[in-house]
């Protein structure tokens, strides 16, 4: 992955350039795509695991954070399907980290080892779905994400793509809020960084 001031030299480069193509963006206010909301209902289960008031005398004020995300779903996840996901915590924490491994990589300065540690999307998607699939209290979780997992599968593949490419320093963050990645062009130079 390139190193952040070079990245900011290939930005700079290719700021006019219409053949930097788009390889991901998280869409307009990053809800274009399922897998952006999706991101954030499990970052809500998430603080919703984390939250230790939770673990003693659960609180239906604690899972407006998660209703809040569902609404935001073109196909909204009934009651139950939410609370399915509160019943399975670690494929939760797992699916969290790989979502959150993605986020290092945009951090600046970005943390040591951040490369290595991120994993795709996908494999998390798949993994946490199995997890679902093998709990017979979590099956309307489960049907719910069947109705959505076409386009979390390709969205997610397409990140993935856009993550490689990047990690192979052949891709940058750009955009106005530096979460797009855009293929570096043919013919840019890329210069490393004093």
């Known amino acids: 992955m390139l190193l952040e001031a070079t990245m900011i030299s290939v930005r700079e480069a290719c700021a006019d350039n219409p053949e930097a193509t788009c390889l991901w963006t998280p869409g307009a206010n990053y809800k274009q795509h399922e897998l952006s909301i999706f991101e954030d209902l499990i970052n809500a289960a998430f603080?919703?695991?984390?939250?230790?008031?939770?673990?003693?005398?659960?609180?239906?004020?604690?899972?407006r954070p998660l209703h809040g995300v569902a609404k935001q779903f073109h196909k909204r996840?009934?009651?139950?399907?939410?609370?399915?996901?509160?019943?399975?915590?670690?494929?939760?924490?797992?699916?969290?980290?790989?979502?959150?491994?993605?986020?290092?990589?945009?951090?600046?300065?970005?943390?040591?080892?951040?490369?290595?540690?991120?994993?795709?999307?996908?494999?998390?998607?798949?993994?946490?779905?199995?997890?679902?699939?093998?709990?017979?209290?979590?099956?309307?979780?489960?049907?719910?994400?069947?109705?959505?997992?076409?386009?979390?599968?390709?969205?997610?593949?397409?990140?993935d793509h856009a993550t490689r490419e990047m990690l192979a320093d052949r891709a940058f963050f750009g955009g106005e809020e530096l979460c797009e990645i855009f293929a570096i062009p043919e013919g840019v130079k890329i210069h490393a960084a004093a």
């Open 47 to 63: 603080g919703y695991f984390n939250n230790p008031a939770n673990a003693v005398c659960p609180s239906s004020d604690h899972m």
């Open 77 to 159: 996840p009934s009651v139950p399907a939410l609370t399915g996901l509160l019943l399975e915590m670690l494929p939760v924490f797992d699916l969290y980290g790989a979502f959150f491994s993605y986020e290092d990589l945009m951090l600046s300065p970005r943390p040591p080892g951040a490369e290595e540690r991120w994993r795709p999307i996908k494999t998390g998607l798949l993994q946490f779905k199995a997890y679902l699939n093998k709990n017979s209290m979590t099956q309307e979780t489960a049907q719910w994400l069947d109705r959505i997992w076409p386009q979390l599968m390709a969205q997610a593949d397409r990140k």
